[in-house]
């Protein structure tokens, strides 16, 4: 089995944001990275694919510039197969469209194609879920959406995400895409220290593709409003009785299919 | 350009249509005087007559020969396609979806099928000379974006707005596609999904804080889950004093979750929790204090005790008669 | 040199916070400390915090302060003294630490004890044995809650103020080579200048986080952990050397073995070689008498390859952890996924890439030695010091906790008389110029006795209010 994980990092939510430009792979720099819970998920399901079967090879593709080296080198610390930074300048990452155009076109262009691509439901800081599904067309390759956990049943490689009333599970045919969330049995692993100390001489490559012409333009980027409502909140009155009326009246939507 | 808002509405048998992409492509016309469509695959007659009840519009009422309630967006993706062929739609300038993974995958199908841009979960969304401007959150909540696109859209929405004014009550044409589906993919169902729902995944999440004081209150708080299709989590000092398994804490040092609606009991709202939980959620806050940092955040607040509410609020929801859920999982 | 003649007042500035009697650089316990006695002692104070919140490294600690002679140790039924606690200081820094300056921590120690619980400071009601303590005597509180609330009450005083986010940048001497009257201050974007008129409190801390200078006099720890207020820059240190301040105790720069070398969420160490774990490095083998000091267990663990080792153990060892002592919680740590577990020591061995073979013989030979009553390799006897019988490692499932050592403190710094005024190298003492906290060096000297870092932060602060405030520092 050859499994490709795209990763992308994410600013250090511990860290407050520092936005002194408006150009994402500046914004990028500026900040220190960390892979998200969605990167790490994806990268652990790839480490317990592994664990299964031995004869699986990972490739890991770290998309950014070269602040980034940190980062690939800590996903190369599982010692993987290979490990790259394909540089993000073109990858117009705030635009679905390109990004994932571009990452279709870096893994067409891997020495051998992978059975199962392997990707965080949110890549980076500028994707909000729609990029796994796009990237999945621009392959026109299947994808498995959401997907929690992996293991092996004989030579076939399942599957498994919670659906809504039952487990799913997909026997797998490559190719695939598979968009990964976090979930407890994908929480990523330490590295041994001796293969962090080798990650760090090691080297790798870096990757490029074409810039295609993004689909949509960058108009503005500023910090976000403070997240207190727009509104400030709506305290419910009356009598407890009342107020519990209407906050079931309020949950009625989500209420629980029989 | 003079082409259509059009709002895509993947149904659900037996619950009520989520009606946010309508709303949202309705909001977006009025302004600029565009027409507006909602394309429904599959829907029930009562999900029909909720988007015609929504006014000025056009309701394709879409029907496919070889579509089960089962496919996933793999199979609906081209119904929606063909669907905006036959109906002549195909020229439109905007294409709405609900915010969500299969908004996000029907979207790529259209982008593909039509070489429209895919903006993303937007808000703000505007028509300009040659397309499309709107506003996206970014950065793990911390940026906001402007995005502008030239030609045909594809957004998606989270819109909970209130119906707007209408002048006529919405046309319904029929629309019977017979069309060929890709195959059916290799998906099995296998028993019910576990039983303590994953945080991570979940419509609704409950989350417990320091507040609720023991293992007891935990257990109407998972009551409550149930009741509301929802998965139990807890802040730190919550699974800090063992109350909640270390896999359901929510915040920085946790699981990051984007439920629909975060219902927070006795949690105080520090910004480390609140970094767990998704922009995109709705706050209900439940808190003894009113002066809690919660409900700064929160949408709705009701400042009791728990043990006032969540039992009372549990025998309410178990007692009203009927259940309709705009699920957007498995469409 | 920078002459303060040449500085002049910021015409902008309307307050007085630019012209103090006592001005105190950091704002850990010791600045706290020393802030707060300032204001007793009626001085007009100001607080310069580098950090946008107080609290530095102190808030970070175990919280251990080391006092003898407590009302908490009688009502356990402990006998200590000053006497005591003065024997062990000295024994346990291998009597390479300052006469002075032990002294000094012993003869204002119980009465920084009271005055810390007058200010309210809430002592656990029982006392631990640990490391260096003939008596238990660590005395836990809540560190950042301590830290906290001291500066909740210096604050209230109306006499004291604080900057955060201000870093301290050069010491000015008065004239040519008078007496420290100010301090270059970089903050809000510009550079400022503060006089104090009584004297300067350096309690900036030690430079557990600057990678650097640590690596100037403690190179086997380059590949260590760290874990410090973000503000251990040596700030302090470098401000006093420029001005021929004399410094001490480098040599002892250690850390603490048991520090998961990649996690990042604990920053206290796991210690299952005191509950009966062997110590192998990557090729399966062991190198030390797992029984010794933990701050020896660092030196010989930043010796092996990859500055990295893993405690072996097995589910008894596992078990007879306890959740309520950090260095033993070994049940939380393998809910944390910290721990590697398998079924066989060979499974074991594979996940942790250390050879199967070398990991077995190991443990087998190790075991011998346990059944005979004789370590032939390193001479262990105990579990850990001079307590509890060796146990072999044979129960599955089998544990390894991958290890290296920490940094938690610098330990040494500059040299001060026990009024806590900065010696020069030449021993004469520098005026205007005082030190408190982990910027000072000669309590500790060879080694560490648990909770005397913490301590020596509120009395040496104490100590050195009480001078600038008597007109000594000048």
């Known amino acids: ?258 | 350009m003079n082409g259509p808002v059009v709002a895509l509405c993947p149904c659900r048998p037996g619950e009520s249509l989520d009606v946010g992409p309508l709303r949202a492509a309705k909001t977006v016309a009025g302004e600029a005087g565009a027409p507006v469509a909602a394309i429904l695959v599959e829907a029930a007659d009562r999900q029909i007559e909720q988007a015609r009840s929504e006014g000025d519009l056009v309701v394709w009422d879409v029907r496919h020969a070889d579509l089960s309630p089962l496919d996933d967006a793999e199979r609906r993706g081209p119904v929606f396609v063909e669907a905006l062929k036959q109906s002549g739609l195909g020229d439109f300038r905007l294409a709405v979806l609900p915010a969500g993974h299969v908004g996000a995958a029907l979207a790529a199908a259209i982008g593909k099928s039509f070489d429209a841009a895919v903006l993303g979960a937007c808000a703000e969304i505007v028509l300009t000379a040659g397309g499309v401007e709107a506003r996206r959150s970014t950065c793990g909540g911390r940026v906001e974006i402007v995005v502008a696109a030239d030609g045909r859209c594809v957004v998606a929405t989270r819109d909970a707005s209130q119906r707007g004014p209408s002048r006529r009550v919405g046309e319904v044409r029929p629309l019977r596609l017979a069309t060929p589906l890709p195959d059916r993919r290799p998906v099995e169902r296998v028993g019910a999904a576990g039983r303590d729902r994953s945080v991570a995944t979940a419509r609704v999440v409950i989350a417990g804080g320091r507040g609720i004081g023991g293992d007891e209150g935990f257990d109407r708080l998972r009551d409550l889950a149930g009741c509301l299709d929802g998965a139990v989590g807890g802040s730190l000092p919550a699974v800090d004093a063992g109350w909640v398994p270390v896999s359901a804490q929510v915040g920085q040092s946790g699981q990051f979750v984007a439920p629909e609606v975060y219902v927070a009991v006795g949690v105080s709202g520090t910004p480390q929790h609140l970094a767990g939980v998704g922009a995109a959620a709705r706050i209900v806050a439940i808190n003894t204090d009113v002066d809690a940092d919660i409900f700064r955040f929160a949408d709705v607040g009701i400042v009791a005790a728990w043990r006032d509410v969540v039992p009372a609020l549990v025998r309410r929801l178990r007692s009203s008669p009927e259940a309709f859920s705009p699920d957007e999982r498995d469409p | 040199m920078t002459s303060i003649r040449s500085a002049s007042r910021d015409p902008d500035d309307a307050t007085d916070e630019r012209e103090v009697d006592f001005l105190v650089v950091g704002a850990g316990l010791a600045g706290v400390s020393a802030a707060l006695a300032a204001a007793e002692a009626g001085l007009r104070t100001l607080v310069l915090e580098k950090q946008p919140e107080i609290g530095g490294s102190s808030a970070m600690s175990g919280g251990c302060l080391a006092f003898a002679g407590t009302d908490i140790q009688r009502a356990n039924g402990i006998e200590d003294s000053d006497a005591l606690l003065f024997a062990d200081l000295r024994e346990v820094g291998r009597f390479e630490n300052d006469e002075a300056t032990v002294r000094a921590y012993v003869e204002e120690q119980l009465s920084t004890y009271a005055w810390l619980r007058a200010h309210g400071a809430e002592f656990g009601s029982m006392v631990e044995a640990a490391s260096g303590q003939s008596a238990p005597r660590s005395h836990i509180v809540d560190p950042a809650d301590l830290v906290r609330s001291l500066w909740a009450r210096a604050k209230s005083t109306g006499a004291v103020r604080l900057i955060t986010s201000a870093r301290a940048a050069r010491l000015c001497r008065e004239g040519g080579g008078g007496p420290v009257a100010a301090v270059e201050v970089d903050g809000d974007g510009r550079r400022f200048t503060v006089r104090a008129s009584r004297g300067i409190l350096l309690a900036s801390g030690g430079f557990a986080g600057n990678p650097g200078l640590v690596h100037r006099f403690a190179p086997q720890y380059d590949e260590a952990q760290f874990v410090c207020g973000a503000g251990s820059e040596g700030d302090g240190l470098r401000m006093a050397w420029s001005l021929g301040a004399d410094f001490r105790d480098t040599a002892y720069i250690k850390g603490t073995y048991g520090k998961h070398p990649i996690d990042e969420t604990n920053h206290h160490a796991c210690l299952a070689v005191y509950k009966g774990a062997i110590a192998v490095n990557q090729n399966g083998v062991r190198y030390v008498d797992e029984s010794i000091s933990y701050k020896l267990l660092g030196d010989a663990c930043m010796a092996q390859p990859f500055a990295s080792t893993y405690q072996i153990l097995d589910r008894d060892i596992l078990e007879s952890g306890d959740d309520r002592v950090r260095i033993l919680d070994f049940q939380r740590r393998l809910e944390e996924g910290l721990f590697i577990e398998a079924d066989t020591l060979e499974a074991l061995a594979e996940q942790a890439e250390i050879p199967a073979d070398a990991l077995a013989q190991t443990v087998a030979r190790y075991n011998a030695f346990v059944a005979r009553g004789a370590d032939d390799d390193f001479g262990r006897k105990h579990l850990v010091h001079n307590h509890g019988a060796l146990r072999k490692i044979e129960r599955a499932p089998f544990y390894a906790y991958p290890s290296t050592a920490v940094v938690f403190g610098t330990y040494c710094g500059l040299c001060v008389d026990r009024s806590m005024q900065v010696l020069d190298v030449f021993g004469a003492p520098i005026p205007g110029l005082l030190a408190a906290g982990e910027v000072v060096g000669g309590l500790h000297g060879a080694a560490y006795m648990t909770g005397s870092a913490l301590a020596k932060a509120a009395i040496f602060g104490r100590i050195a209010a009480r001078t600038a405030a008597e007109g000594g520092a000048r």
């Open chain 1, 1 to 258: 089995m050859k499994v490709a994980v795209l990763l992308a990092g994410v600013a250090d939510p511990r860290h407050p944001l520092t936005l002194r430009s408006s150009r994402p792979p500046e914004i990028r720099r500026d900040n220190p990275l960390v892979f998200s819970p969605f990167d790490e998920a994806a990268l652990e399901l790839a480490l317990k694919i592994r664990d299964g079967r031995r004869d699986t090879a990972i490739t890991a593709i770290v998309a950014g510039g070269a602040e980034s080296d940190a980062l690939v080198r800590k996903a190369a610390a599982h010692r993987l197969d290979s490990v790259a930074r394909l540089e993000s300048e073109a990858l117009a990452i705030w635009d679905v469209g390109a990004t994932a155009h571009g990452l279709a076109e870096a893994l067409r262009g891997l020495a051998t194609r992978p059975d199962l691509v392997l990707i965080g439901r949110e890549f980076g800081d500028f994707d909000d879920g729609a990029l796994a599904p796009c990237l999945a067309a621009a392959l026109g390759w299947p994808l498995f959406d959401l997907a929690q956990f992996a293991r092996w049943e004989g030579d076939e490689l399942i599957l498994v995400r919670d659906g809504r009333s039952a487990e799913e599970r997909l026997g797998l045919r490559p190719p695939w895409v598979a968009s990964v969330t976090n979930d407890r049995r994908n929480r990523l692993r330490h590295p041994l220290m001796k293969n962090v100390m080798e990650a760090r001489r090691r080297g790798f490559d870096v990757l490029t593709v074409a810039p295609v012409v993004p689909s949509a333009t960058l108009k503005a980027v500023a910090p976000a409003r403070e997240r207190t409502r727009r509104e400030p909140c709506r305290f419910l009155t009356g009598s407890v009785e009342n107020q519990v009326a209407e906050l079931a009246a309020y949950l009625q939507p989500w209420r629980a299919l029989r």
